[in-house]
């Protein structure tokens, strides 16, 4: 498995690099879209100049920690996105006849993938530590990567969900379209402005809090009285990673059994 | 010893009805009907190891459902398979590394990089040894003739260099079966020999089995000695071919040039003119009723004729007939 993901990511590269002109072209486009996506954010965020006690460095240090991990899960596991796209054109044929567990062999078929994003957002994320004067040591260190790994499997745990429903449905497109509204939605601002009904949905149904808000909390020793959680649950992103991707793998082991694929 | 053994598949599709246009799809939207439409009903046949056999039926008959049941791409409704002792669905991995899948109008390479790049890939996803690989990928060199386009992106790849390419990735592995699905399609001549002559070469040297399903009979001519005809989800025929033949190309064609053209028509007791063209008649008759010899001085009692020859039938035209004659429904079958 390890060799195959390893070569998987040879051929991403490879592929990437073989059409030179494109690639720059890319790679100047993604600096100009997430220079902007920040300076949007940047505008948005400084209207309110304070948000439920959160002022705008730690709202910035907040949505770093949601890019980092939307950003790694763009980086590692976009193929799943397109599985209904493949379920409807047939070639997910040919995931099924890999000696891979099949969503294993989805993640590492290679396409044309390549880390632009993921060195972005760290960039960012370094810059929103700093700027919202976040004590690093050596529990920061240790902490962020298992977070942001975390907050990626909880993506992850949620488009796995969503792209499964295409073994009933074929197009999910509009459910995939309004999760991530959502998702872009509420990651932004401290989840205490919302409705008691849509933090609890944030929390437990859709555990986006978990991508940004706890850990954020965590780190800069905030507590949220509303909800039943104690400060410690920003670690606990891991875990409930781990959790919604089991919960999200047994759902797509009985959807595939469900495949029809096209044609007879 | 059986290699596949499949017994009783059975497919049954579940799907939306939607009336027509878009009156109908907006109906569809509150009100669903749902159709099942049964795909393969009840198949069964088991193959030996090292066995070339064809897997033929018109569209629509169930053929590609049935390779997909064997894969393990597909659940079956109900009915039992076990490729190499093992239920492929269930242990769909396990199997995969048993068999090798050349889908015709689909390729496993990758479109931007050369075909070296995607072996390489294969041989990561098989878990190949590197002598092993070395070895397949130099012998495969030598009869796909690869070694020209190793280094050429696929995209650049005309259809059957492509095609070449793709048998060779399937059998990097060693696999045990190998399923071809209309692997000669929309090649030329040429090419599809090629291929012919690989897939014979395969299936000797190695004892790979082959199941092969194809729209060109004259690929299951040239290399199957075995053909499973399905139609309509059942298995109507499956037996050698050579009994295909004798059982129902009881048909043949006298074909006469007359000494000069006639538009006047032709009859000739015992025959009927499938075709007259100028000078030219064919005349079909059964030979279990009509001796050829017969027919024959039937004509030149009639006739001054220039030229004669008997048409045996092909294959193609003993199953076109199969199926549109409908007579050979599994009832009136024997098997």
């Known amino acids: ?48 100049p304070s948000m439920n006690g959160w002022d705008f460095r730690q709202m910035a240090f907040m949505y770093g ?15 799943v996105s397109s599985i209904p796209e493949h379920i409807r054109d047939g070639n997910f044929d040919r995931t099924l006849v890999r000696p891979l567990d099949s969503l294993f062999a989805t993640i590492a ?22 700027y919202a004067g976040v004590h690093v040591d050596l529990a920061f260190v240790v902490l962020v990567p298992l977070i942001v790994a975390g907050g990626a499997l909880i993506d992850l745990a949620i488009d796995l969900a969503i792209s499964t429903l295409s073994f009933w449905f074929v197009r999910v497109d509009a459910l995939k379209w309004i999760t991530l509204q959502l998702e872009e939605e509420f990651t932004r601002y401290p989840i205490g402005i919302y409705s008691r009904s849509v933090r609890l949905v944030l929390t437990f149904a859709l555990p986006f809090a978990f991508m940004n808000y706890f850990p954020a909390m965590y780190f800069l020793h905030k507590t949220d009285s509303s909800l039943p959680l104690p400060a410690i649950a920003g670690v606990l992103t891991p875990l409930v990673g781990i959790v919604s991707i089991a919960l999200a793998y047994g759902f797509w082991r009985v959807g595939l059994d469900r495949y029809q694929g096209v044609g007879h | 010893m059986a290699i596949i053994e499949a017994t009783d598949l059975r497919k049954v599709f579940r799907s939306v009805v939607r009336g027509p246009g878009l009156g109908g799809a907006v109906r569809a939207l509150f009100a669903r009907d749902h159709e099942e439409k049964v795909a393969v009903e009840g198949v069964s046949f088991g193959l030996d190891a090292g066995e070339l056999v064809g ?9 590609s459902t049935t390779i997909k049941m064997l894969t393990g791409i597909l659940v079956p409704t109900s009915g039992t398979v076990r490729v190499a002792g093992i239920a492929p669905f269930d242990h769909r991995a396990a199997n995969a590394q048993n068999i090798g899948v050349v889908f015709g109008q689909r390729s496993q390479l990758y479109w931007d990089l050369p075909l070296r790049e995607s072996f390489e890939l294969l041989r990561a996803i098989y878990d190949i040894p590197l002598d092993r690989f070395r070895q397949n990928l130099a012998h495969f060199c030598e009869i796909l003739d690869l070694e020209r386009f190793m280094g050429t992106p696929v995209r650049q790849l005309s259809l059957g260099e492509r095609m070449r390419g793709d048998f060779a990735g399937a059998m990097l592995h060693d696999p045990k079966i190998v399923y071809l699905d209309e692997p000669t399609i929309g090649l030329d001549v040429i090419a599809k020999e090629a291929i012919r002559t690989f897939i014979a070469e395969v299936n000797r040297e190695r004892g790979t089995t082959v199941i092969l399903t194809t729209h060109d009979l004259a690929d299951v001519e040239r290399l199957c000695r075995r053909i499973v005809l399905i139609d309509e989800g059942r298995v109507i025929y499956d037996g050698p071919l050579e009994r295909l033949r004798s059982e129902y190309g009881t048909h043949r064609t006298l074909v006469v040039t007359l000494a000069e053209a006639s538009s006047s028509e032709v009859v000739i007791p015992g025959a009927t003119v499938v075709h007259h063209e100028m000078s030219v008649v064919h005349l079909r008759f059964d030979r279990r009723t009509t001796a050829a010899e017969e027919l024959i001085r039937r004509v030149t009692e009639r006739h001054t004729i220039s030229d004669l020859a008997i048409v045996e039938p092909d294959i193609e035209s003993i199953v076109r007939r199969i199926y549109t004659d409908g007579y050979a429904r599994p009832e009136a079958l024997p098997s």
């Open chain 1, 65 to 79: 920690f949601w890019m980092l991990a939307h950003a790694l899960h763009n980086t590692l596991f976009s193929n």
């Open chain 2, 55 to 63: 897997y033929i039926g018109p569209n629509g008959a169930g053929k």
């Open chain 1, 1 to 48: 498995m390890v060799r195959v993901y390893r070569e998987y990511w040879r051929i991403n590269i490879l592929t990437t690099l073989e059409y030179r002109e494109n690639f720059l072209m890319w790679l100047a486009f993604m600096l100009v879209y997430h220079g902007s996506a920040i300076a949007t954010l940047y505008v948005v965020l400084h209207q309110f």
């Open chain 1, 109 to 130: 078929t290679p396409g044309q993938i390549f880390p632009d994003e993921l060195l972005l957002a760290a960039f960012y994320f370094g810059i929103a530590t700093w």
